[in-house]
């Protein structure tokens, strides 16, 4: 157990609809990642948030968005479905604001599924 | 961004020590290089991670290139539940962003 949670573990719905995942991170823990991992990209990197502020940005497309609330829980916010969205969605957190020698602590992961 | 390179897939006999490589030519000299491995059906999870120095935990060992262009994660006797595609990244201290996880290495233990 890493000690991050992430709800729902599944999430069926359809094209044109919203959602939102959301992650507890580690106790202690300031910084939550949001990765998300279809099967013919990998796991990509989406963003990053640092005690309430966005870190940094990779590849998250405009109709996602995110942020980190005051108690440090994140959520992702994905609209307007399409059927290459579906795929399984991680939270990870790690205690410091950047890389370097801090280790990422995953969750079980959302799997979100676009009919 | 620093882009690692590993072979898609290995396999290991039960007991048996496994060396795993990696490749990281463009790495910077600031750059961590960390190793997880992710079981099916489950996130990925923290093994090891190192920046010039050899490291040893309960999990493994990273043996790093004098040059730092490559490392090699060692599993001393794998077992079949060390069964799992391993991903080696590296990790910029100045940009978390700049982390990427590549395809990994699926790493298959015979009994």
């Known amino acids: 157990d890493s000690g991050v949670t992430q709800t729902p573990k599944h999430l069926i719905t359809a094209t044109g609809q919203r959602v939102t995942l959301r992650c507890s991170p580690r106790s202690g823990d300031l910084s939550v990642y949001w990765y998300q991992q279809s099967l013919d990209q990998g796991l990509q990197f989406l963003i990053q948030?640092?005690?309430?502020?966005?870190?940094a940005k990779g590849n998250i497309l405009e109709r996602f968005s995110a942020q980190q609330f005051p108690d440090l829980h994140s959520e992702l916010n994905l609209s307007s479905l399409e059927l290459g969205d579906s795929a399984l969605y991680f939270c990870?957190?790690?205690?410091?604001?950047?890389?370097?020698?801090?280790?990422?602590?995953f969750g079980e992961g959302s799997r979100l599924t676009v009919l | 961004d620093a882009k690692t390179t590993q072979p898609n897939s290995m396999e290991s006999n039960e007991e048996e020590p496994v060396h795993l490589p990696c490749n990281h030519s463009?790495?910077?000299?600031?750059?961590?290089i960390h190793w997880y491995r992710q079981l099916p059906s489950q996130g990925p999870e923290y093994v090891i991670h190192g920046l010039t120095s050899n490291v040893n935990n309960r999990m493994a060992s990273l043996a790093i290139a004098e040059d730092r262009k490559s490392s090699t994660l060692i599993l001393h006797r794998a077992t079949l539940r060390d069964a799992a595609v391993y991903y080696c990244i590296l990790r910029d201290p100045t940009n978390a962003g700049k982390s990427t996880f590549g395809d990994g290495t699926t790493l298959t233990v015979k009994p």
């Open positions: 990870a957190s790690s205690v410091s604001p950047s890389g370097g020698p801090g280790e990422l602590f």
């Open positions: 948030y640092y005690n309430g502020e966005e870190r």
């Open positions: 463009t790495i910077s000299g600031t750059d961590y």
